[in-house]
């Protein structure tokens, strides 16, 4: 029941949004950053997601956020702190009703898949940054059962450090981010509970998505690391890496770092 009365309202805001959005995204509205981010707001509480920020995201542009990834939340969850724009891979634009979403948020979709696509996702990465919007990677390629950071890839990174689109110039601000599901229902998530929010494998979106609708009471905490200093592509991707293990790990077990 408690899935039904949360999905109801959720589907509503939805439908007044997508309108909204489509249109400032059309004309090109400054509330085309705006909508999203009350739109995620109202959609946490409604399923009662509570949100820590440590840290805070850098006020330098162009800035790529480089981040773990532990399941769809992730996307309300940013989304509802600062206007930003998600890299998602390219099933997720044919997936009915939340391609439309990922579309109307200005995601932008890469076919990991295709080596080639690489420079494409590469030129509309930069493109966005350089017009002042925060992107954000999943560095991983896929998502973890929450209690782990996977190896990071480095093909995308590069982009950041060509942004700006000029000779001489350091790129994009680099800045690690780690997402930390710490609580469920009011009580710590621990190991293992945690994965119980996580969506990865092959899991079924709809199910663990009503799945969670009937829990609710989540808690997870955003740890935002210092930007990383200037450097190339493999050595950016591996101190990032090391950032968010170090910042995850610390989130999870209650420790600083």
């Given amino acids: 029941m408690r899935a039904w009365l949360v999905m109801v309202p959720v589907v509503l805001v939805t439908l007044i949004g997508i309108p909204l959005q489509w249109l400032c995204v059309a004309l090109g509205l400054p509330a085309r950053r705006t909508i999203p981010l009350l739109y995620h707001r109202i ?3 409604l399923v009662g997601v509570r949100v820590r920020m440590v840290g805070t995201p850098s006020p330098a542009r162009p800035l790529l ?3 773990n990834h532990v399941s769809w939340l992730d996307i309300p969850v940013l989304g509802s702190r600062l206007p930003l724009c998600f890299v998602a891979k390219s099933e997720v634009a044919g997936w009915p009703g939340i391609g439309l979403l990922a579309r109307l948020q200005r995601t932008i979709f890469v076919d990991r898949t295709s080596r080639s696509a690489t420079g ?3 030129g509309e990465m930069a493109a966005r940054m350089n017009d002042g919007d925060p992107v954000v990677l999943f560095a991983e390629g896929t998502s973890s059962d929450g209690n782990r950071v996977l190896p990071f890839r480095s093909a995308l990174i590069g982009a950041a450090r060509q942004s700006m689109g000029a000779e001489g110039t350091d790129g994009a601000t680099i800045q690690p981010l780690a997402i930390a599901y710490v609580g469920l229902g009011g009580l710590p998530a621990g190991r293992a509970r945690r994965p119980l929010l996580a969506w990865y494998g092959d899991m079924d979106l709809a199910p663990h998505l009503m799945a969670v609708l009937r829990r609710g009471g989540v808690d997870v905490e955003l740890h935002f690391g210092a930007p990383l200093p ?9 101190e990032a890496e090391r950032a968010v293990r170090a910042m995850l790990a610390a989130a999870l077990t ?4």
């Fill in 254 to 257: 209650g420790r600083p770092g």
């Fill in 65 to 67: 956020i480089v981040s």
């Fill in 230 to 238: 200037p450097g190339g592509r493999k050595a950016a991707t591996l």
């Fill in 43 to 45: 959609v946490l509480t």
């Fill in 120 to 122: 494409k996702v590469a």
